[in-house]
């Protein structure tokens, strides 16, 4: 099992707008080789922001490199994205293998 | 779905002590009402320290708070760990609530 989590810190009081961008895009993972699950989750809230993570289960890191690299990928993040004021900072990807 | 992610940062070196430390204890999670699965994941490694991340979904975070306050949490807690150079600082907690 390998693990991507991308973490966005979202403003607060921006977080409705982050959520319905998800809610109506297309993740376009459907049928990709070697995906296996999806989830957006919300995390803590502090005094300034809302931590989320998009986390996406595949069967391997080479399965997730892949799709990196396809056309499911430019479609999906070719879409409509929150606006530029919703972010603190730049998403942070981390990547996990699974040991036990 | 409510995920649980304790976060460990391990020293250079110190990788595999903390994985056989792991390997070896009993989780005493089978059986909990509300767990639904439980993973060991290693993230990145840069100069200093490999990530790794517990990683545990909950039907609900009533079912996995209801847990911390159980006898199976304070078994599961009360075994052996890594002896106290593994870690760079503590151990840090994260949950999150599925959204999507």
């Not at 991308?6 to 977080?15: L, P, Q, T, V």
């Not at 982050?18 to 070697?34: A, D, H």
């Not at 070719?78 to 040991?99: M, N, W």
């Amino acid at each position: 099992m390998f693990l991507a989590m991308n973490r966005f810190k979202i403003y607060k009081g921006f977080e409705e707008g982050f959520e319905t961008v998800w809610r109506e895009r297309e993740s376009f993972l459907s049928g990709v080789p070697g995906f296996k699950q999806f989830a957006l989750l919300r995390g803590q809230t502090n005094d300034e922001f809302t931590l989320y993570a998009s986390h996406s289960v595949w069967e391997s890191r080479d399965a997730f490199d892949a799709w990196t690299q396809s056309d499911s990928f430019r479609k999906a993040h070719g879409q409509r994205s929150a606006p530029k004021g919703t972010y603190v900072g730049h998403p942070q990807l981390e990547t996990f293998e699974q040991v036990l």
